[in-house]
């Protein structure tokens, strides 16, 4: 249960199976960003692929010395640019892999093209999705529903990446979905209707207890997406945007040419991958502890090259050393820009006060934290209008004149009338009206003890009371006592036993500090392995969007509180 390696064993075959010589790769948008979150371009030079091409590019050369691999999803724009590849073919020999399934109709409509005879191989690998970490992925889908309805186009591109994941990882599930969202419902009948019709393709061998799929919706909880995150990788998101794997710095100031894009992926990266689940004051720790290691590393400039043995050692440790160095100057700018955001939009006060919306029921403690807060010059648009917001969720019973109150403060401090918009298009997406479920769990109604932790210069007492609803359904699932009745089966087919092997799929997009909850669960429940996908992975820009592209409202970005935006 590791879509990484999945994809990472589809892309290993591919250029195995190509043979010795040198290699170029054909892909198209979405598979190039499928190909560069599990492998770096240099790890791939060493496999002897040399150049990288887009199969929509007008002007490439035509290199004969070349053999080519194509990995494509299997579109009708990609294969009308493979007919005509093939019908002028630029390289010795092709070597052609779909992301999904084709129709045989496509492959006859590429055999007659190939009339020189060029095509070596055609096979389906079904590594149609983005592996973000062993058990996350993604579909890059921003903005799937239109008014609580399917765009068609994106109801079949959500059901040929979830069917992907479960060809990847050998998985035929029993599907249950959530009872409240009729997204859920056709989703997983469109599933239940591809495993019916390519049984062929999901006759794995049968396990003692059958892997679930669960379908969910995310309007059932519009808080986790709202709030300020203090693990790296989620804190990265909220604050500077991830976009595979990549952060765009260029706007960072002084920030050097080569630290303008950065990569942060656990394959490669050893400090990203020991910290990536980490609080930020943790982060601030091993940031100096791994500088304090360079620093002893680090080539004394009095160091004297006298002896053959001399030249030859530093020559071994150079290249050890200059990655070290890359990896020191990448995460202290990150760690920098970071610490430096939470300063300026005074993040540790909006986070608190954000904690106590959406984890107790003190209603004029929280009121008089959210009016606190729009008095402060210093909070930016976005982070007003995602407090008024969090208020608005939680306490959508009391009084409309507070509400109102507030969204006059908000207007007071020039908030615009799309961000003040925004209040009410989230309590439609996600208001008590549409959620099947109560938005403080049980396990949040207990006394909360606050965690202090330190880190860098002036960030402590970090709040991290939030579980996600999602960890709650998780945890009601794993001991077999999630209702039937509010998460129903699609068929005859149910478990009997508890569920090992989970697949979830999170409608609307999943966000970080999910992914968190479903790593934790992995490392607790010896036995039980969950993989936690999305339409796509939200901060709060990217899930404001969505909310009012699904509700209805002005397509406009919902960017402002801050430069960066969650680009995509």
Partial sequence: MNVTLAVKHYVTKMIENSGAG?????????????????????????????????????????????????????????????????????????????????????????????????????????????????????????????????????????????TSVLLALKKCPVIRYQLTSDMSRRLAENVKQVITQEYELFDFRRTEVPPLLLILDRSDDAITPLLNQWSYQAMVHELLGLNNNRIDLSKVAGVSRELREVVLSAENDEFYANNLYLNFGEIGTNIKNLMEDFQKKKPKEQQKLESISDMKAFVDNYPQFKKMSGTVSKHVTVVGELSRLVSERHLMEVSEVEQELACQSDHSRAQQGVQRLLQNPGVTELDLVRLVILYALRYERHSSSILASLLDQLARRGVSERHRKMVKAVVEYGGKRVRGSDLITATDAVAITKQFFKGLSGVENVYTQHQPLLHDTLDQLIKGRLKDSHYPYLGASSLRDRPQDILVFMIGGTTFEEALSVYSLNRSCPGVRVVLGGSTIHNTRSFLEEVMSSTGHSAERAAGGGRHGNRR
């Fill in 22 to 162: 040198m290699k170029v790769l054909l892909m198209d948008r979405d598979t190039t960003s499928m190909v560069s979150v599990v492998y770096t371009q240099s790890e791939i030079l060493q496999k002897e692929v040399y150049l990288f091409e887009r199969i929509d590019s007008t002007n490439r050369d035509t290199m004969k010395h070349l053999k080519a691999i194509c990995f494509l999803r299997p579109t009708k724009e990609n294969v009308e640019h493979l007919i005509q590849e093939l019908r002028r073919p630029k390289y010795s020999v092709y070597f052609i892999y779909f992301s999904n399934v084709i129709s045989k109709s496509e492959i006859k409509a590429l055999a007659e093209a190939d009339e020189q005879e060029v095509v070596a191989e055609v096979q389906e690998f079904y590594g149609d999705f983005v592996a973000v970490n062993p058990h996350l992925f993604s579909l890059n889908l921003p903005a799937v529903s239109r008014g609580r309805c399917w765009d068609p186009a994106l109801l079949s591109r959500c059901t040929q990446g979830l």
